[in-house]
T-cell receptor, first 115, second 112 residues
Framework: GPKVLQIPSHQIIDMGQMVTLNCDPV?????FYWYKQILGQQMEFLVN????????KSKLFKDQFSVERPDGSYFTLKIQPTALEDSAVYFC?????????????FGPGTRLTVL | GDSVTQTEGQVALSEEDFLTIHCNYS??????LFWYVQYPGEGPQFLFR?????EKGSSRGFEATYNKEATSFHLQKASVQESDSAVYYC???????????FGKGTKFSLIP
C-alpha cells in the first residue's frame, strides 16, 4: 500500500538546538499532518497543512514549531529552540482528501530525544 | 474537547478466542469513528471507519458498530491469530475537523 517515509528514524539533540524532522508523504496526497506521542501516552494532533498553509493546529503546536513543504519536497516540522518536553515520537501523516472521512496514512515515526 | 477512552490497556488471549476491545467517545455533533492498528516499528495503519449511527465498519475479520446512544465503537474479532498481535487505537474526527483524536491504545498479544 501507499507509504509515508520519515527521516531520520532517531534524533538526539541538546536542549536549545534546532531540529528539522522530514516527511516524504504519499505522492499524490494533498493534506499533511504531524502528531506527537510521548512515551506511554496517547498520540496527539499537532497540525495539519494544505496548499502551503496551516489549516488547523492544537495548543501543543507552540510558537517554536513551524511546518513547510517547499516546492513539493519533504514536509518538514522544525522546532527552534527545542525544550526537554519536546522529547517524543513524531508521526507524519498524509491524506488524499479532506473531511472526516479521509483516510490518513502514517509514517513510522521519528524518535526525538532532547538532552 | 473531544476525547476517546479505551478501557483496556492490554489484552491477552489464546488462539481462536473472541476479542473485544472497548472504545467510548465524547464529542459534539456527529464524529467519524476509526480503528487503527500499529505493529512494532511502524506507524498506525487505518483499519476501518464508520460515520453514522448503526453503521458497521469491518476489515480483516475485525468489526465495530457505531452506537450513538451508547457513544461506543467497540472492536471485535471472532477468532484471533498470532498475526493480530499489535496495538489497536480507537480514534475520531469531529465535525468539520481533520484532526484525529486518539485513545491511549490497547496492546493485544497471544498467550503462547
Amino acid at each position: 500500500g501507499p507509504k509515508v517515509l520519515q527521516i531520520p528514524s532517531h534524533q538526539i539533540i541538546d536542549m536549545g538546538q534546532m531540529v528539522t524532522l522530514n516527511c516524504d508523504p504519499v505522492s499524490n496526497h494533498l493534506y499533511f499532518y504531524w502528531y506527537k506521542q510521548i512515551l506511554g501516552q496517547q498520540m496527539e494532533f499537532l497540525v495539519n497543512f494544505y496548499n502551503g498553509k496551516v489549516m488547523e493546529k492544537s495548543k501543543l503546536f507552540k510558537d517554536q514549531f513551524s511546518v513547510e513543504r517547499p516546492d513539493g519536497s519533504y514536509f518538514t516540522l522544525k522546532i527552534q529552540p527545542t525544550a526537554l518536553e519536546d522529547s517524543a515520537v513524531y508521526f507524519c501523516a498524509s491524506s488524499l482528501g479532506v473531511g472526516n472521512y479521509a483516510e490518513q496514512f502514517f509514517g513510522p515515526g521519528t524518535r526525538l530525544t532532547v538532552l | 474537547g473531544d476525547s476517546v477512552t479505551q478501557t483496556e490497556g492490554q489484552v491477552a488471549l489464546s488462539e481462536e478466542d473472541f476479542l473485544t476491545i472497548h472504545c467510548n467517545y465524547s464529542a459534539s455533533g456527529y464524529p467519524a469513528l476509526f480503528w487503527y492498528v500499529q505493529y512494532p516499528g511502524e506507524g498506525p495503519q487505518f483499519l476501518f471507519r464508520a460515520s453514522r449511527d448503526k453503521e458497521k465498519g469491518s476489515s480483516r475479520g475485525f468489526e465495530a458498530t457505531y452506537n450513538k446512544e451508547a457513544t461506543s465503537f467497540h472492536l471485535q474479532k471472532a477468532s484471533v491469530q498470532e498475526s493480530d498481535s499489535a496495538v489497536y487505537y480507537c480514534a475520531l474526527t469531529g465535525t468539520g475537523s481533520n484532526r484525529l483524536t486518539f485513545g491511549k491504545g490497547t496492546k493485544f498479544s497471544l498467550i503462547p
